[in-house]
């Protein structure tokens, strides 16, 4: 039926709808949003339940570990781990149009899932009657490296396509696509683009030429298969594929193609970055420390990071200066750590890592020397004698122990202080049988040191074997006012996804009181003068004090010296791994470690250690044991110590000792009762434990 004239001409009225109609649109609109709404809380929902791909950036594989400096620069990086990343701005576009032409052509259409690709990866595989091309995009292998396993299950599938969907969501494509190249497995340790580019060609992304871009870009299907060091041939089938596809995608033209066709494989293989570590020695210390602090199933997760200790370039200069002291087939050792908080700068356990990766610094079992009278000398200060207090020095035998001094020397009369400057062997020994083995065990206890000591006489002049980590750390106690502080690797430690694990201020050792502040004052104002005009002398310096102590074992087998500035306690071992006679002493090892701390402390600002304590002490024999017993009070002392010591200067410094378990003789020999059998027990003094006792011709020492 024609329209009505009225309502064809122009101005006339239009037709009101019906309410129907208006009803009906409402009803459709709040379907409409109500679906919406639907819509969105269910992918919120779901996001929920799925992990944070904002996180992706700290991704570490397990079984991964990351050791760090203490300014933050890579030590090594152990395990399956990514060792160098690319940004999103430093992605080369080179490397952008060659993954996705062979991995997700339709990257930058789809929303994660890619229908289109995978329909026509089903038809080329089909028609190839091979594996031709996967329908898997980018966004979901890395969805499913990161946060999946490798099982193919319809299970996995779900959760790789939900995850795909949250990761578009979250990150631009720009991201997923750098995360992508920095995780993707391409052969040979190869873990992401840039280990790639190095490994293979000894290049940086940026520097990968079409070749070689497209070549790499081909490995992700069977990375280790397909590597060029492994079946060259492949990899070149692999590039050809590749270099089509970049054709098909128009991103370069056919003569391009031809020409990388014809480029020869070219490889130059290079090992990964950070595989060897810049202090071996230290890291493998950092692996044997962490189950200390760590659960179990935190190191079985791996993708650790340890935020260390170590001062990179202290490390350098403490491997060359035992590099240039430890001559020949000799060995050494040294660590260096810091009195208030156990942190060890520097590690060097030997000479050549890749000849011998046993630690020596913190695994070598040696005989210290005289460095163990530090303990002898301390429990006598404890005791309440003071370094003033005069002994005899002259040739004595000790229940059949005959110690002697280097030379066959003896100064008579002479102070503690003296004596230990002097490192005198005899005066050592006559302290502990004064004092009773139990007092200097004690202290030694107290100090760190776990390993059994038996109660014989060779003791005092460190007949037991000690590492030299354990003894620079009881050292490190005295410098630190007589508070022993734990050696430890670690600053921090993080978990694989960024999360701390452990602090050392929150969860290191704080600490523990093991000699009290005069006490240990009074013994670092000892070691101070055994530098300064003993057998230490060669590790002086010359703008601050140095407190430390020689040690040289029978023969010269073992040459040690423990020394401190007062931010830094050092220690030196030097000796040969079969512990043949170097037929040197301990001169040596305090060249090296000045060696080492002259450049050091020359970057540390000058700091002195605290001024010689005016002790007040008596020596009363205690009612059970008859041993001497320290009363420490405001009520005048036995012992006063005066303002100050004068050294006698007529004393040459003795440089080391040579035991020997001949009888003394000359005027002034003497012979301790009860001297007929070479035993530890005299009257009133416990009997031995089990412990074997050490070759009576115990080490010489300083």
């Not at 099982?151 to 992508?180: F, H, M, N, P």
Request: charged share 20%; proline share 8%; hydrophobic share 40%.
């Amino acid at each position: 039926m024609p329209a009505s004239p009225e309502l064809a001409r122009p101005g006339a009225l239009t037709p009101i709808p019906s309410p129907g109609w208006q009803r009906t649109a409402v009803v459709s609109l709040l379907v409409g949003a109500g679906f919406a709404l639907g819509q969105a809380a269910l992918v919120s929902g779901m996001d929920a339940l799925l992990p944070d791909a904002r996180r992706i950036g700290s991704f570490n594989r397990p079984g991964t570990l990351t050791i760090l400096s203490a300014d933050g620069a890579v030590i090594q990086k152990i395990g399956p781990a990514t060792r160098e990343k690319l940004t999103p701005e430093s992605l080369p576009t080179l490397v952008e149009q060659a993954f996705i032409a062979a991995e997700d052509r339709r990257f930058y259409q789809h929303s994660g899932i890619d229908p289109v690709g995978i329909g026509r990866a089903l038809v080329r595989n089909l028609s190839q009657r091979s594996v031709e091309e996967g329908a898997s995009t980018i966004t979901q292998q890395l969805a499913r490296t990161v946060f999946l396993s490798q099982d193919v299950t319809l299970i996995r599938k779900l959760k790789e396509a939900a995850l795909a969907g949250k990761l578009e969501r979250q990150l631009s494509k720009r991201q997923i696509l750098t995360e992508y190249l920095n995780v993707v497995y391409l052969g040979s340790s190869a873990y992401g683009v840039a280990d790639a580019a190095w490994i293979y060609f000894s290049k940086t992304p940026s520097q990968l030429t079409l070749a070689e871009a497209a070549l790499i870009a081909g490995l992700p299907p069977a990375p280790s298969v397909y590597s060029p060091l492994v079946n060259p041939e492949l990899a070149l089938q692999r590039r050809s594929i590749v270099l089509t596809r970049m054709e098909e995608a128009g991103v370069i033209d056919a003569s391009q193609r031809a020409e990388a066709e014809a480029t020869p494989l070219a490889l130059q293989p290079a090992e990964p970055k950070f595989w060897e570590s810049q202090a071996p020695w230290f890291s493998s210390w950092v692996q044997q420390e962490l189950p200390k602090v760590l659960s179990k199933e935190q190191l079985e997760v791996g993708g650790l990071t340890v935020r260390s200790t170590l001062n990179l370039q202290w490390q350098r200069q403490a491997q060359s200066s035992i590099n240039r002291f430890a001559t020949g087939q000799m060995e050494g050792a040294l660590v260096a750590m810091e009195p208030g908080t156990g942190m060890v700068r520097a590690m060097v356990g030997g000479k050549d890592f890749n000849k011998s990766q046993f630690n020596r610094a913190a695994q070598a079992l040696r005989s210290p020397g005289s460095t163990f009278k530090l303990f002898v000398y301390l429990a006598a200060l404890k005791s309440g004698m003071l370094p003033e207090r005069t002994v005899v020095d002259s040739p004595r035998c000790f229940a059949g122990y005959c110690p002697r001094n280097f030379g066959g020397r003896y100064l008579g009369r002479v102070s503690l202080a003296v004596a230990l400057q002097n490192s005198l062997n005899t005066v050592a020994v006559s302290l502990l049988k004064e004092m009773g083995f139990d007092r200097v065990i004690e202290t030694a206890k107290s100090l760190g040191i776990t390993r059994e000591l038996g109660r014989f006489y060779p003791m005092a002049i460190g007949a037991y074997e000690q590492t030299l980590l354990d003894m620079t750390a009881a050292y490190a106690a005295i410098t630190n006012r007589g508070i022993y502080v734990r050696p430890t690797p670690f600053e921090d430690i993080l978990g694989p996804d960024g999360q701390l694990l452990w602090s050392r201020r929150a969860d290191g050792d704080r600490g523990r009181r093991a000699v009290a502040s005069d006490i240990a004052d009074a013994m670092l104002w000892m070691l101070q003068q055994v530098v300064k005009g003993g057998t230490g002398g060669g590790a002086a310096l010359g703008d601050r004090p140095v407190a430390g102590k020689t040690g040289t074992s029978d023969g010269g087998r073992d040459l040690w010296f423990i020394g401190s500035i007062a931010q830094l306690t050092a220690g030196v071992w030097l000796g040969y791994d079969d512990s043949r006679e170097t037929g040197n002493t301990s001169v040596v090892a305090t060249l090296a470690w000045r060696d080492f701390m002259a450049p050091i402390s020359r970057t540390l600002p000058q700091r002195q250690f605290p001024a010689k304590p005016r002790l007040q002490g008596s020596v009363q024999p205690d009612a059970k044991t008859g041993r001497p017993s320290a009363t420490r009070s405001g009520v005048a002392a036995t012992e006063q110590a005066p303002a100050a010591l004068e050294l006698p200067e007529s004393f040459a410094p003795v440089p080391e000792g040579t035991p020997t378990n001949a009888r003394p003789s000359g005027p002034g020999a003497t012979v301790a009762p009860g001297s007929t059998a070479p035993t530890a027990a005299g009257p009133g003094t416990p009997p031995p434990v089990t412990t074997p006792p050490p070759p009576v011709a115990a080490p010489p020492a300083p």
